[in-house]
């Protein structure tokens, strides 16, 4: 099991933002896990290491400091390949992972305010993907937008999209959109820059709102 920081919003530029998933989604026999919380974080932790198979465990920078959280004591394990779905809604289904599930679930609760409802995914694993999980959700809400911080062009939401396409087109009522980082080769140092790179909660909302009028 690997343990390795990635992401963003911590002014570290190309050295230290990158995020990495991309690079290891195609190696097979290859789990990746990239957990938001910090219950999910030591359960997942604890199946990491539990694994016979090879396990690459993302943890978001940002999230060190800024996310807090009771913990249960003693030994648990969450299954590697299972998202947990933060919040239900009708109106659309938002699958994210890591930071930006936060951003996302702050961006779905504002727009509660205006009788939007929003079904926010934490994907947790991002390989295995929890496909039934997003599935069921696309069938409900008939609309599906992905966010992660990761490249548009070959990102986790690709694959999102096309699997979703092939399984459940026809319970879509909407083009299904990402909200990703723009195709550059990683964030700058400049404030501006990071905040031009990675997607906002406020963009989060807008996405929403543009989705769920659709």
């Known amino acids: 099991m ?29 789990k990746i896990v990239a957990p938001a919380f910090p219950a999910d974080v030591k359960g997942l932790l604890n199946a990491a290491i539990d694994d016979p198979d090879p396990v690459l465990f993302l943890e978001h920078k940002k999230t060190y400091r800024l996310i807090k959280g009771e ?49 926010v995914i934490d994907l947790r694993s991002i390989r295995p993907m929890d496909k039934g999980t997003i599935l069921s959700s696309v069938a409900k809400t008939r609309k599906l937008l ?43 140092y400049a404030l501006p820059l990071e905040e031009e790179y990675m997607s906002s909660p406020a963009e989060m909302a807008q996405a929403m709102r543009e989705l769920a009028r659709f």
């Open 71 to 119: 913990v249960p004591d003693g030994h648990y394990t969450i299954p590697i390949g299972k998202a947990n779905v933060i919040k239900e809604g009708t109106q659309l289904s938002v699958v994210s992972y890591g930071l930006y599930v936060h951003w996302a679930l702050e961006a779905a609760n504002e727009l509660e305010k205006d009788g939007i409802s929003v079904e």
């Open 146 to 188: 992905i966010v992660h911080e990761d490249n548009k062009f070959g990102g986790i939401g690709a694959e999102i999209s096309a699997m979703v396409a092939e399984e459940a087109l026809f319970n879509l009522d909407a083009p299904i959109r990402r909200l990703c980082a723009p195709d550059v080769p990683a964030m700058g």
């Open 2 to 30: 690997i343990r390795t920081p990635y992401g963003g919003g911590v002014r570290g530029a190309l050295s230290h933002s990158v995020s990495v998933e991309a690079l290891f989604y195609h190696v097979p026999g290859l």
